[in-house]
């Protein structure tokens, strides 16, 4: 029985590019160890910046999220707002 091709493969002849199609079923090509994995291509606005995050019941979220709608803002500026706030709280220099 023939082996159907690839969704790629047939993409490629599509395309009118040359694919190269394993005949093997091994497994993917392995990293040597210690090897670092490639870094994620970022937007411009995330250079440099780290992601914060935390677990919280749903309707937090639900409601954070209704409160972005009725400010016409994002939750990423209503985050950076209480964390400013959080850290003048403390006499913090507002950061965020």
């Known amino acids: 029985m023939a082996k159907t091709p690839s969704l790629a ?4 002849a599509a395309n009118n590019k040359p694919t190269i199609v394993s005949t093997t ?3 993917a090509t392995a990293k040597p160890r210690g090897a670092k994995a ?4 970022l937007k411009p606005s995330r250079v ?3 992601p914060i995050t935390g677990f919280f019941d749903p309707a937090v979220s639900r409601q954070l999220k209704q409160v972005a709608l009725d400010q016409d803002s994002s939750i990423q500026e209503l985050m ?3 964390l ?3 850290f ?9």
């Open 9 to 12: 493969a047939a993409l490629n």
């Open 25 to 27: 079923a091994g497994p």
């Open 48 to 50: 440099g910046k780290k």
């Open 38 to 41: 490639p870094a994620p291509q």
């Open 84 to 86: 400013n706030d959080l």
């Open 88 to 96: 003048e709280k403390h006499n913090k220099k507002p950061i965020a």
């Open 80 to 82: 950076r707002e209480a």
